[in-house]
């Protein structure tokens, strides 16, 4: 598969460098003139990789970068910017946004394809290391979820069962303790629905920074 590697830029002719240099690499080459062309190309067909921009009118490069690492279906897109500002101010609030590299304009067409080619394969092998975690954790849960939750169910399926069948020769009193019975049968699954859940996110958020910058915003009161 051709990685698509949108251009974020607002003047034309260096558009057409950054076009010229990469598709003769390969690549495919979608451009945008500025920060909300971009948000719509990238919504419209999420590309491998982010060229752009810093200083653009209307949405700068840094405010399309907040976007995009807001969405959950495109914050791990690879972000490169581009910037005649070199400034320590500037590099440093785009990679607290969540940039992965710069290029300082002028640059050359090795600068440009090593820093390409660099974000692509982290990227793919952040995605081979995402793929591996999940089927770990898919086994991990195949093994043990159904044992953990058959014991809690079949406390519900024969509780149930048994009010279903007897329920003309149930005293009053029995009916009451077979519906705690199934109420705390129907708990206990409910608790171990939801560690389950909780233990399937800890192992994702060690691959995704937007779920570990979120799980860290919150506190558990009873681990």
């Known amino acids: 598969m051709i990685p698509l590697i949108l251009v974020v830029e607002d003047e034309e002719s260096i558009r057409a460098n950054l076009r010229e240099m990469l598709e003769a690499e390969g690549f495919s080459v979608r451009e945008a003139s500025d920060g909300t062309e971009g948000a719509k190309a990238i919504l419209e067909d999420p590309p491998n990789l982010i060229i752009c921009d810093v200083m653009m009118p209307g949405m700068d490069g840094f405010q399309l970068l907040a976007r995009i690492r807001a969405d959950e279906t495109t914050h791990h897109v690879p972000f490169l910017f581009l910037t005649a500002r070199a400034d320590r101010s500037s590099l440093r609030k785009g990679m607290e946004l969540g940039a992965e590299d710069y290029l300082t304009k002028p640059f050359s067409r090795v600068e440009l394809l090593a820093a390409v080619r660099t974000r692509l394969s982290r990227a793919e092998s952040l995605a081979t290391t995402y793929r591996r975690q999940l089927g770990t954790l898919r086994n991990t849960l195949a093994r043990a979820l159904p044992h953990e939750l058959l014991t ?52 994702m958020a060690v691959l995704d920074p937007a779920l570990r910058k979120r799980l860290s915003e919150t506190h558990c009161e009873n681990p």
């Open 152 to 203: 809690p169910l079949n406390g519900i399926l024969g509780l149930s069962g048994f009010l279903v069948e007897e329920f003309e020769t149930v005293h009053r009193a029995e009916m009451l303790d077979i519906a705690r019975g199934i109420a705390d049968s129907g708990e206990i699954l409910h608790r171990l629905v939801h560690r389950f859940l909780g233990y399937a996110e800890l192992e």
